[in-house]
Structure formats: structure tokens, C-alpha cells
Nanobody
């Protein structure tokens, strides 16, 4: 059974940092684009960042550029999202998802099939 599990969410003050992890079980992430998506209450799901299967190409939403960094360790079957200088508007449930080899380029949820259950990130003082 293919499964993705997110971890690392929590409550952080504005300006703080968190690192999210996306671990796979039942399959290897190698060969898949991986995306981090987020959805705030009352808002549509947004692609925050995506990474190619080999890790050499990345895509970031304008709202997170310069603050978030996506990376992957295929040996550990895990993808990370380092989030720095967090803002209240980053508050959302964050999901990771696996897609095809070219899915990272558009970084659209419609191109990703296997989803995790999500982890809550709350940025508040």
C-alpha cells in the first residue's frame, strides 16, 4: 500500500522556522516528483514547492520564494521542506504528494496522485 506520512508541523512564532518531512512507505520516492501543498481555512489548495525525482529541479510559489527550501534524500525515502521566516499567512495544513516525473514543473495538485494526511502549521504570536 502506497503511503506518504508528513511530520514536523506545529505552532511557531512569526519569524520562526520549521522543517517538514514527508516519508514514504510501500514504495520508493525515487522516480517521482514530490510536491508540498498547503490549504488554509476557506482558501484553495496552493502548491508551495515541488521537486523533481532526482532533486536537481525545484519550483516555488512566489509567496514562499527565498524563505522555503525543498530537498530530498532518496536513500532515506524522505522529502523535506525547510521553512524559515514564517509568517502568519503561512498558517495551513501542509500535504505532500507524489506525481509523475514532469509534475514538479507545473506544481499543480491535479498532477499528483498519492497524498499524505497532512500536518498543521500555525504561525502566531
Amino acid at each position: 500500500q502506497l503511503q506518504l506520512v508528513e511530520s514536523g508541523g506545529g505552532l511557531v512564532q512569526p519569524g520562526g522556522s520549521l522543517r517538514l518531512s514527508c516519508a514514504a512507505s510501500g514504495f520508493t520516492l525515487d522516480g517521482y516528483s514530490i510536491g508540498w501543498f498547503r490549504q488554509a481555512p476557506g482558501k484553495e489548495r496552493e502548491g508551495a514547492s515541488c521537486i523533481s525525482s532526482g532533486g536537481g529541479s525545484t519550483n516555488y510559489a512566489d509567496s514562499v520564494k527565498g524563505r522555503f527550501t525543498i530537498s530530498r534524500d532518496n536513500a532515506k525515502n524522505t522529502v523535506y521542506l525547510q521553512m524559515n521566516n514564517l509568517k502568519p499567512e503561512d498558517t495551513a495544513v501542509y500535504y505532500c504528494a507524489a506525481g509523475g516525473r514532469s509534475s514538479w514543473f507545473r506544481c499543480s495538485g491535479a498532477d499528483f496522485g498519492s497524498w499524505g494526511q497532512g500536518t498543521q502549521v500555525t504561525v502566531s504570536s
